[in-house]
């Protein structure tokens, strides 16, 4: 897929790049050696100012007393920020944003810390994946007066309100959810609470790529134009010092904070002006999951991508990032990236592979609905012709029935944690698939028609992406010429007709909205002949490949009943349906 044409309103900002020789001098481990104790030695000196300053307003203030390491969270010297103010927000005003040309550049202040308030704390127990309208609602109330600081873990009552809710809602809700952290981990909102405290780039960058979140989410045209005024603002400064750190960098080994702030303002390279419709939104239960819906529709800016994947380069690769969570959330732009545009993801899977289902005590029961899927799921590929594609096959398979418990709520149900972790490992592995444009055998038109209908499958049901990025249409494609290509080769002479018959039906469900519907609906007709004419019929022999009645059923009928309709043969008179299949031959299975 193209990248998009960024707004002429808001031009690209100008990354600057390490050059190759920069790239090459992370193998050298003397200069990795002295940028990391360079790095460390600042860091050591920043903490040590911040503690003479702390302890200087203890004595002011007649305060003693010990203060905990996770408790030590201070905004950066008040010379480093600036933020757009709202008029009257010292006495809980209207929320309305000045002019650019009257906004005010306000200091943040050193604050004592406060114990963490247990009121008004929405977003610590909110869904990991909230809809719009509940993030709107949610902000909307948040921003009316309010005497009490909700992000009181940095003392920071001066901050605008509009702010204050944005970095709250951030680290508690928005990164987290972007990272698929555990319910109830809150180890990567203390992560980026610190990072936003040391570093002002990875601050600024936060700040911008959750107020665009909200302001692309909100119906509310108060808390819209709140969001935009903090993007506009925060997004330009933390390009500006991130340019600055890359110009320091002189070949060094960048920090992890340089990383967190290079994944926010990436996330913030976002053109359409709304979250997409619901019509174009999957109704999979993972649809919605790490905010796909919303990330999956950014501009893919080739500036971006190349900055960001060159930082990760410097520090060796992923397993460079000292970070975990950090290394996950590149990992997951980079898999984004890589199904948004068709390439190979850059950099290996690095999570070993954890069954969702077993027999075992503690794990998911196997109650009769899930021992039939398991039984015929994925039973009609040629494991001899899809040797290599078989492992990722068994993969769909368990989530396939995994996403089937959660539906049905079998108990216990599968945790969405685990769910989107396994998504993840599949929609990896299914683009890691190598594109056989021109296959020279029929085993190679198998495999391309495999690949294809499988990510068509994953487009609907595991790693969904709204419709109006084009990702779908271009799979549909890539499956429609690798089914000519099966043609070329008589694939359903030589065993493979209810294969082509699965593959075929996945690409009509995929294309029903697309102009290759009808193409579809051609092959189709032409494969059900006189075997398949009840839906029910067909319905078994797809069981036995990857299929999910809960999403494929009602448009499977669908365009079963127009293959049917224009089919050239005559329709079979009420009640004998079962007699023209039985003298039709026996049934592919």
């Given at each position: 897929m193209p990248f998009d044409r960024p707004n002429a309103a808001d031009p690209a900002p100008d990354f600057r790049f390490v050059d190759d020789g920069a790239l090459q001098s992370v193998k050298?481990?003397?200069?990795?050696?002295?940028?990391?104790?360079a790095h460390a030695a600042r860091v050591a000196h920043q903490r040590r100012r911040e503690r003479q300053q702390r302890e200087q307003e203890t004595t002011l203030t007649g305060k003693r007393g010990s203060v905990s390491e996770s408790e030590t969270l201070y905004l950066s010297?008040?010379?480093?920020?600036?933020?757009?103010?709202?008029?009257?927000?010292?006495?809980?005003?209207?929320?309305?944003?000045?002019?650019?040309?009257?906004?005010?550049?306000?200091?943040?202040?050193?604050?004592?810390?406060?114990?963490?308030?247990p009121v008004n704390r929405d977003f610590a127990v909110a869904q990991r994946t909230p809809s719009p309208a509940y993030t709107g609602a949610i902000l909307d109330r948040w921003l009316d007066p309010i005497t009490i600081d909700p992000f009181n873990q940095f003392g920071a009552e001066c901050l605008p309100r509009a702010l204050r809710h944005t970095l709250d809602y951030a680290f508690d809700v928005y990164w987290p959810a972007n990272v698929n952290s555990a319910p109830g981990d809150r180890s990567y909102s203390l992560i980026l609470r610190r990072g936003?405290?040391?570093?002002?780039?990875?601050?600024?960058?936060?700040?911008a790529s959750a107020a665009m979140f909200l302001q692309r989410s909100t119906q509310d045209r108060k808390v819209?134009?709140?969001?935009?005024?903090?993007?506009?603002?925060?997004?330009?400064?933390?390009?500006?010092?991130?340019?600055?750190?890359?110009?320091?960098?002189?070949?060094?080994?960048p920090s992890d904070d340089l990383v967190m702030a290079m994944v926010a303002v990436a996330r913030g390279s976002v053109a359409r002006a709304r979250v997409p419709p619901v019509s174009s939104i999957s109704k999979s239960p993972l649809a919605r999951a790490q905010n796909l819906?919303?990330?999956?529709?950014?501009?893919?800016?080739?500036?971006?991508?190349?900055?960001?994947?060159?930082?990760?380069?410097?520090?060796?690769?992923?397993?460079?990032?000292?970070?975990?969570?950090?290394?996950?959330?590149?990992?997951?732009?980079?898999?984004?990236?890589?199904?948004?545009?068709?390439?190979?993801?850059?950099?290996?899977?690095?999570?070993?592979?954890?069954?969702?289902?077993?027999?075992?005590?503690?794990?998911?029961?196997?109650?009769?609905?899930?021992?039939m899927l398991l039984k015929d799921l994925g039973s009609g590929f040629d494991r001899n012709v899809l040797v290599g594609i078989y492992p990722t096959l068994s993969m769909i398979c368990e989530l396939v029935i995994a996403l089937d418990r959660l539906v049905r709520k079998a108990v216990p149900e599968p945790a969405m944690h685990d769910l989107v972790h396994a998504r993840n490992a599949i929609q990896h592995a299914l683009c890691r698939i190598q594109r056989l444009v021109n296959p020279v055998s029929l085993e190679q038109a198998i495999q391309e028609t495999t690949r294809a209908a499988l990510l068509c499958f994953s487009d609907m049901v595991i790693f969904p992406i709204p419709t109006i990025t084009g990702v779908r249409l271009r799979l549909v494609t890539e499956l429609y010429?690798?089914?000519?290509?099966?043609?070329?080769?008589?694939?359903?002479?030589?065993?493979?007709?209810?294969?082509?018959?699965?593959?075929?039906?996945?690409?009509?469900?995929?294309?029903?909205?697309?102009?290759?519907?009808s193409s579809f609906i051609d092959m189709l007709k032409m494969l059900l002949y006189m075997r398949y004419w009840a839906w029910e019929d067909l319905k078994v022999q797809l069981m036995n490949f990857i299929w999910w009645d809960h999403l494929c059923d009602e448009l499977g009928q669908t365009v079963h009943g127009e293959a049917i309709r224009i089919a050239s043969f005559p329709s079979p008179p009420p009640g004998n349906q079962q007699t023209l299949l039985s003298h039709s031959g026996p049934s592919d299975t």
């Open positions: 050298t481990k003397h200069s990795e050696t002295a940028a990391r104790r010297p008040k010379s480093e920020f600036s933020f757009v103010q709202e008029v009257g927000d010292e006495d809980a005003g209207s929320g309305q944003i000045e002019s650019s040309t009257k906004q005010q550049v306000r200091q943040i202040r050193h604050l004592p810390v406060r114990p963490a308030n936003a405290a040391l570093y002002p780039h990875a601050f600024h960058g936060l700040v819209a134009l709140a969001c935009s005024a903090l993007v506009k603002t925060n997004r330009e400064k933390a390009i500006q010092l991130i340019n600055e750190e890359l110009d320091q960098l002189q070949g060094g080994v819906h919303f990330y999956s529709t950014q501009s893919l800016d080739p500036g971006y991508i190349k900055a960001f994947f060159g930082i990760i380069d410097l520090k060796g690769g992923l397993t460079g990032v000292e970070t975990p969570s950090l290394a996950t959330l590149a990992e997951f732009f980079d898999l984004t990236v890589s199904t948004l545009t068709g390439q190979q993801p850059k950099y290996d899977w690095r999570h070993p592979r954890q069954p969702l289902l077993t027999f075992e005590i503690g794990g998911l029961i196997i109650d009769p609905i899930s021992v010429a690798s089914l000519c290509a099966c043609e070329a080769f008589e694939a359903w002479r030589q065993g493979f007709e209810g294969f082509k018959i699965w593959a075929t039906t996945i690409g009509a469900i995929a294309a029903i909205n697309l102009p290759l519907k």
